[in-house]
């Protein structure tokens, strides 16, 4: 077993702590990387065969933001944030909707930001070995081009 492969289980275990589950499933198209539910206290990533190992502690080191920044926030989601994050994720283009307004694409981005910033935390946490200046650029293209550009540009509704 890889370093990189003791650090997924490492992150894994700290999910366990924390009441999460963690799933690894097969990638399906407009699923993204993975995905973090507070109902059922989960979180899937979808892996492919192209993905690296460093791909899959990225997204679990997300998901992980997701749910910290969940606590933090008293364990509270606002109803419009849940009916955002529904519409999203339901319909044929799940998880890629083009027909959201700038309003409720300004809420997911502001939803992915407030948990993006704890990436870097957990893996302090964690003592990793992956490369701290990985994480820190995959939460700059995070916040500051996919989702913003998300934000902006899908449909300039």
């Known amino acids: ?10 992150i894994k275990k700290y999910a366990e702590g924390l009441g999460i589950k963690v799933f690894m499933k097969p990638y399906k198209p407009g699923y993204g990387d993975g995905e973090w539910d507070c109902i059922d206290q989960s979180i899937t990533i979808y892996t492919n065969p192209k993905q690296s190992k460093s791909d899959t502690i990225l997204a679990l080191l997300h998901e992980l933001g997701q749910h910290l920044d969940w606590i933090y ?6 109803k419009e944030v849940i009916d955002v994050y529904a519409k999203l994720n339901t319909g044929a283009v799940s998880g890629d909707r083009v027909d959201l307004t700038k309003k409720e694409r300004k809420v997911i981005l502001d939803e992915e930001i407030s948990g993006i910033k704890y990436m870097d935390v957990i893996h302090k946490e964690l003592n990793l070995t992956f490369p701290l200046w990985k994480v820190k650029i995959c939460q700059e293209m995070e916040c500051q081009i996919q989702f913003f550009v998300y934000y902006i540009h899908i449909l300039n509704t």
């Not at 077993?1 to 490492?10: K, N, P, Q, S, Y």
């Not at 926030?73 to 606002?78: A, F, R, S, T, V």
């Open 73 to 78: 926030k008293n364990k509270e989601i606002p």
């Open 1 to 10: 077993m890889g370093i990189r492969d003791e650090e997924i289980l490492r």
